[in-house]
């Protein structure tokens, strides 16, 4: 399943067919995600109204929603891929089928939302965080997380990360990543003031996760890496900010 992008070019969307059944496997390939949708979901505070609606920008198969259970939102996940909507559906997200540079949602109808690990997949991230922001109400929440446009997040994400057994072969087209000033720029032209941090996994969760990997061996969930705050945003960053009145 990790080889799924071998017969197709970098970054295609068909790879997230082939790999349909990795979603909700937490040791399987999208095994990242998962820790980093619990630290997006950190970034999150409970609604702080009734019917507060959260849109969820790349939801793919919804792994977000269990970090958010009991926060009190509306959860609306917006993605390309239906196989991985109808997942996430069944684990309470409201589907959209549809574009993040055009979401056929109304102009500042969200509390918070979500971009996590999207804005490296599209051709024009701008549009996406034009989208964003649009659907932001005044006061609403920015939470995202994508990789650096560095030689050094193009060595570790690409180039060594590709190696290890776990993770997908041509899942990233380095060409795409978002350089973090840029993003911060850009935030600000719609009145989204993002601060911005790195992230990593945490270094003895990581290597006792790689172990169990090699060994076939499964992770105990409460023993699963942890993604974790660094100085250093030249890989992998994370970014949230509130929307101007």
């Not at 959860?75 to 056929?104: E, I, K």
């Not at 034009?130 to 609403?140: N, T």
Request: proline share 7%; hydrophobic share 45%.
């Amino acid at each position: 399943m990790r080889d799924a992008g071998l017969s197709l070019p970098r970054n295609d969307p068909r790879q997230y067919d082939d790999l349909a059944g990795e979603w909700w496997r937490p040791d399987g390939a999208f095994a990242m995600l998962h820790w980093l949708a619990q630290a997006r979901a950190a970034l999150v505070p409970p609604a702080a109204r009734p019917g507060a609606l959260l849109v969820d920008l790349g939801c793919g198969a919804g792994l977000l929603a269990p970090h958010l259970a009991g926060k009190g939102y509306r959860h609306v996940g917006v993605d390309l891929t239906r196989s991985a909507l109808t997942q996430a559906a069944r684990h309470g997200v409201t589907v959209l089928n549809g574009d993040a540079t055009a979401v056929p949602l109304a102009d500042g109808c969200a509390d918070v939302v979500a971009a996590g690990e999207l804005l490296e997949h599209v051709p024009d991230w701008r549009a996406v965080v034009a989208q964003a922001c649009r659907l932001l109400r005044p006061g609403g929440l920015l939470v995202l997380d994508t990789l650096n446009d560095t030689a050094l997040s193009r060595l570790v994400a690409v180039r060594i990360a590709e190696r290890l057994p776990t993770v997908p072969r041509g899942i990233h087209d380095p060409r795409l990543f978002v350089d973090d000033q840029q993003l911060r720029t850009e935030c600000a032209r719609h009145g989204v003031d993002l601060r911005i941090r790195g992230l990593r996994p945490g270094v003895p969760g990581l290597l006792r996760w790689l172990v169990r990997q090699a060994r076939g061996v499964t992770t105990p969930a409460g023993e699963r890496p942890r993604i974790v705050p660094t100085r250093s945003t030249a890989v992998l960053y994370q970014g949230w900010g509130v929307r101007g009145g």
